[in-house]
């Protein structure tokens, strides 16, 4: 059977294998049904996986022959794979011929840009693109001197692209968001946003500019309470805005804290206050990953009471999220009052997860049907009493003692289980009894260096997919394969 003997179903999948340049290199004009398959792939690039040579190839040979018939919607460049890629692109695009390729992009993407290359790709390219509407930024290292260059390039790009709606700013460090409020600008066109920034009055300052936004994603690097630019820009906002929230239209809002230096409940929640809309708001996850020395008012912050009373303010929020990641060597914290009637009639999400020094964890949370969990495997884990968990996905990894039956501590904790990832496991000196979960769908076994099927299936008897990828697979015949 040739290539083209099948129906356009498995070509589609066939190709769902293939990058964006492959498929385009290998298939694009051979016939007209090919090419209608292809359709999907002509619209966009991802030229961050590209060697010097396809770059080059995909810019003058095949692109050209795409913008016959089909536009190019979306463009990602990067330098980590292709060191030089983004500079080297902006010398193309100064060519008219080679613009008329990239006119019509709406979606940009950079990965592991430097400052002056974007400051010349901007200048050079994104301004005069009338149509973009959604733009990612991506920068791996950036010196201090470079910050307020940036704040500038993107106030220049909002002055300019009136109808960009997606805008994801990633820096190390943070950006620093001063500037804005001295320029007072307004990115009325945002409507989803995703970006780092330093401290909270940069997270005050940033909401007081995009007052149509309805998701947003935000990490903070430092959160230290009570600092004066907070204070003064908090009181600013309260006293001159009549209303309650500044995002009346959000729907969606993430945050997640690096570090903490100080922190206070009370001016914690009047800033969500200004966030979260009591009528439009459905979803909040909140993430702090830390190693912050604690303190009461962080122990103030694990209080299922108090963010009860504030969360009951919010009757549309449906989806709610918290998480903790810390690393101290504390007694716990007091998450007993998370597993109250009103989160456990939400159906709410509440993870502790906490990496002491002496190499053991300790994991909580209360019933959710969480999308994964994953857990090294030790007998200081399983003698930790440890409450039941509604993971669907759970990986396993470390197995360092295998006299452990990790298929009974499956079965005690991880009741709902329907997908088992099982890591760095040698399966042929494990001693566990079946797993009889009728939860359980698919295994997935990867760098072990033993396999024996005929263990598995007795380990496993209910499942419908395995997946193997390991040194040595043995059969039922005792062939090594």
């Known amino acids: ?137 991506e920068i791996d290292s950036i010196s201090d001197k470079d910050y307020p260059i940036l704040a500038k390039l993107i106030i220049n790009l909002f002055n300019n692209l009136t109808n960009l709606i997606k805008l994801s700013i990633e820096i190390p460090s943070g950006l620093s968001c001063s500037s804005l409020s001295s320029s007072q600008i307004q990115f009325s066109s945002l409507i989803y946003l995703k970006i780092n920034i330093k401290i909270p009055s940069d997270l005050l300052i940033l909401i007081q500019c995009i007052p149509n936004i309805e998701h947003l994603i935000v990490a903070i690097f430092w959160w230290s309470s009570q600092d004066q630019r907070t204070v003064k820009i908090l009181k600013d906002i309260q006293l001159n805005s009549a209303q309650t929230t500044l995002l009346s239209k959000l729907h969606k809002f993430s945050l997640s804290i690096n570090s903490i230096i100080s922190f206070h409940f009370e001016e914690f929640q009047q800033i969500l206050a200004l966030i979260l809309s009591p009528s439009t708001t459905i979803s909040f996850k909140f993430c702090i990953s830390n190693d912050f020395k604690p303190n009461d008012s962080l122990s103030n912050l694990i209080n299922g009471q108090q963010w009860e009373n504030f969360l009951k303010l919010y009757n549309v929020l449906n989806n709610f999220q918290l998480s903790f990641r810390l690393m101290n060597e504390t007694d716990t914290f007091p998450i007993e009052s998370f597993q109250s009637k009103f989160f456990q009639m939400k159906n709410w999400f509440f993870s502790y997860l906490k990496f002491p020094f002496k190499n053991t964890s300790i994991f909580y949370s209360i019933p959710y049907k969480f999308k994964s969990f994953d ?105 090594p394969r």
Not at 22 to 40: H, K, Q
């Open 1 to 137: 059977m040739q290539l083209l003997d099948f129906p356009d179903e498995v070509l589609c999948k066939i190709f769902e294998y293939l990058s964006l340049f492959d498929a385009l290199n290998a298939f694009l004009n051979i016939n007209e049904r090919l090419n209608r398959i292809l359709t999907p792939f002509k619209h966009q690039i991802d030229l961050t996986r590209l060697s010097y040579g396809q770059f080059i190839h995909y810019v003058e040979i095949i692109l050209p022959i795409l913008n016959k018939n089909h536009e190019l919607k979306m463009i990602k460049l990067g330098d980590r794979r292709t060191p030089g890629q983004i500079e080297l692109f902006n010398k193309l695009i100064s060519s008219p011929t080679t613009f008329e390729n990239y006119k019509h992009v709406e979606n940009v993407v950079f990965q592991s840009i430097k400052i002056d290359e974007l400051n010349d790709f901007i200048n050079e390219y994104l301004l005069k693109l009338s149509n973009l509407v959604s733009l990612s930024i």
């Open 375 to 479: 857990i090294p495997v030790d007998k200081e884990i399983l003698t930790n009493s440890l409450p039941l968990n509604y993971a669907s996905t759970l990986l396993i990894y470390s197995l360092n003692d295998q006299t452990i039956d990790f298929n009974d501590f499956i079965s005690k904790y991880f009741p709902f289980v329907e997908k088992l990832l099982l890591d760095q496991l040698d399966f042929k000196e494990i001693n566990a009894n079946p797993l009889n979960q009728s939860s359980l769908q698919t295994v997935q076994i990867k760098n072990a260096p033993h396999i024996h099927l005929r263990n598995i299936y007795h380990l496993f008897p209910l499942i419908n997919t395995l997946c193997i990828s390991c040194f040595s697979i043995i059969d039922e015949n005792h062939m």
